[in-house]
């Protein structure tokens, strides 16, 4: 997935939260607003473009200090096949799983 396509959707708002998304930002008290912020600053540091589910990437962005971790890919219209960009899920990188934000971590035991 393309970063400044993304990028395009959120300033069009043409852009969705799934269920899961919104509860997880929620939960780490991230504001709509706060999110588009991080998209926007954002860069893409994994994609996922055979993924079952649909293309989808991995965006890097930051709310103030804070790193946010944002898996993203396309919903499509049904009665006219139109992309949406769907945000799937939300959330702060942190140890074990990440190292560092742009970095997983080693597996555990």
Known sequence: MDIDAIK???ME?????SIHAQQERL??????TEIETAIMGGEVIENYPDDP?????LV???VGPIPVHLVMG???GQSNGEKTLRIITVYIPQ??????PRR???KTS
């Open 8 to 10: 395009q959707r959120i």
């Open 13 to 17: 708002g043409n852009y969705e939260f």
């Open 27 to 32: 939960e780490d008290d991230l504001d709509i």
């Open 53 to 57: 589910r649909g293309e989808s990437c």
């Open 60 to 62: 890097l962005g930051y």
């Open 74 to 76: 396309w919903a499509y």
């Open 95 to 100: 140890a074990p799983k990440w190292e560092d």
């Open 104 to 106: 997983r971590g080693g």
